[in-house]
């Protein structure tokens, strides 16, 4: 099974000497970098996760519904909120679509397990802060989810062979053949690979100028559209299972 998930992030970074870009034409960027991975799942008919970043939850509601209208799960993705901010967008959210928002993704600030149970969240999927340069030092874990303090925890996929995480970086600099047969093999000895991209990979940054390192921009933007095509594309003719996380899990 192929999860694939997405999370929904306004890009951090400053801009170049003479540029400017003010926090409503970042929220644009990221309303139409999410736009555009929409119409490339629309077209291969295959539904995914989002992790909408907390704090963006309240002014992003109509891209919110446009995602869970189309059948792709809402969850959240909490970067330094609170658990009273945390517990308060989940109302709204849960309000506005009429559904229950039943995971969330947490990296460098994490809130107690206890806590998200108590908010009635139903699954965990944490990802690691690892050295960007160096992802292949992180040797193998466990990848199979687990259940604690009434949470399943998902953790992240990592190759057999290559070792390898399937996280961001790694989709955007690896070629796309050698990566659909990392996932063909690790298929092979896993139940699931999980995958995830962040919404600002696929920012113009010829005509976006934020101050980010040349590797960050490499393979960026439409590049990034044209993999991710790609991917879907080898999946389907492939007839390789794709799923919402909360639809696996339970």
Not at 54 to 72: C, D, M, P, R, Y
Not at 125 to 141: E, Q, V
Not at 200 to 217: A, G, L, M, V
Request: with cysteine; aromatic share 12%.
């Amino acid at each position: 099974m192929v999860l694939l998930t997405f999370n929904i992030t306004c890009m951090e970074a400053e801009v170049k000497n003479g540029s400017q870009i003010t926090d409503e034409e970042r929220l644009k960027i990221t309303e139409d970098n999410t736009k555009a991975i929409l119409r490339i799942l629309d077209i291969h008919d295959i539904k995914s996760s989002f992790f909408v970043e907390v704090s963006l939850t309240e002014k992003l509601q109509n891209l919110i519904k446009a995602i869970s209208s189309k059948g792709h799960e809402i969850a959240f993705y909490n970067k330094g909120s609170n658990p009273e901010e945390i517990e308060n967008a989940k109302k709204s959210i849960q309000d506005l679509l009429e559904k229950q928002i039943r995971g969330i993704r947490q990296k460098d600030v994490k809130v107690a397990q206890e806590t998200l149970k108590l908010m009635e969240f139903n699954y965990v999927s944490n990802i690691d802060n690892a050295n960007i340069l160096f992802p292949f030092k992180r040797l193998k874990r466990d990848t199979e989810i687990t259940e604690e303090d009434g949470l399943s925890i998902v953790p992240e996929s990592i190759s057999p062979y290559s070792q390898l995480p399937y996280n961001d970086f790694v989709f955007q600099i690896l070629p796309m053949k050698y990566y659909q047969n990392m996932v063909l093999e690790t298929l092979q000895n896993e139940e699931f690979v999980l995958i995830y991209l962040n919404t600002w990979q696929f920012t113009d940054f010829n005509k976006y100028r934020f101050d980010i390192p040349f590797y960050r921009r490499l393979f960026s933007g439409k590049k990034m559209e044209d993999k991710l095509d790609a991917l879907l594309t080898f999946l389907n003719e492939r007839e390789m299972a794709t799923s919402r996380m909360k639809d696996y899990i339970f």
